[in-house]
C-alpha cells in the first residue's frame, strides 16, 4: 500500500510542473486588437507555441520590435503554417491582441505573409 502512494505521490509531483508551466490568454487586451504591418525578424515554429517576431514602424517614425504568439506548431499546419510560411524579411500585417502591461507582446489572431496569404491559427 505505501508503494502505491508514493507512486501516485511522485506521479502527481512530476506533472504538477507541466500544469502550472501552461499561462492562459488573460494577459492579452481581447477586447482590443491592434493591426501592425511589419517585416519578420525571426520565425520560430517551434513547440510550445509558433513565435513570430517583427518589426514595426510606429506613427511617429519610432522602430519596435514585437514578439507575436500563435498556437502549437501542430495545429498551425492544419492550418496551413509550415517551417517555411515566413522568413526574415518577409513583409507582413498581422492582428493580434496585444499584452495588458503594454508591453510589446501580443497573441496572432490572423498574419497576412508574403504573396497575399492570410493565415488563421485553425480550429481550437
Known amino acids: 500500500m505505501k508503494t502505491k502512494l508514493f507512486a501516485l505521490a511522485v506521479g502527481a509531483w512530476m506533472i504538477s510542473g507541466v500544469a502550472w508551466a501552461h499561462h492562459a490568454g488573460s494577459i492579452y487586451d481581447r477586447d482590443n486588437p491592434v493591426t501592425f504591418k511589419g517585416v519578420v525578424t525571426e520565425f520560430q515554429f517551434t513547440n510550445p507555441h509558433v513565435q513570430v517576431v517583427f518589426e514595426t514602424t510606429t506613427a511617429s517614425g519610432a522602430r519596435e520590435t514585437w514578439k507575436a504568439g500563435s498556437a502549437p506548431p ?3 499546419y ?6 517555411k510560411t515566413l522568413s526574415p524579411g518577409d513583409e507582413i500585417t498581422v492582428t493580434c491582441l496585444p499584452a ?6 501580443c497573441s ?17
Open 100 to 105: 495588458k502591461d503594454g508591453s510589446k507582446i
Open 78 to 83: 492544419r492550418a496551413g503554417w509550415n517551417t
Open 108 to 124: 496572432i489572431r490572423n498574419l497576412t505573409g508574403p504573396g497575399g496569404k492570410v493565415l488563421t491559427q485553425g480550429a481550437e
Open 74 to 76: 501542430q495545429r498551425l
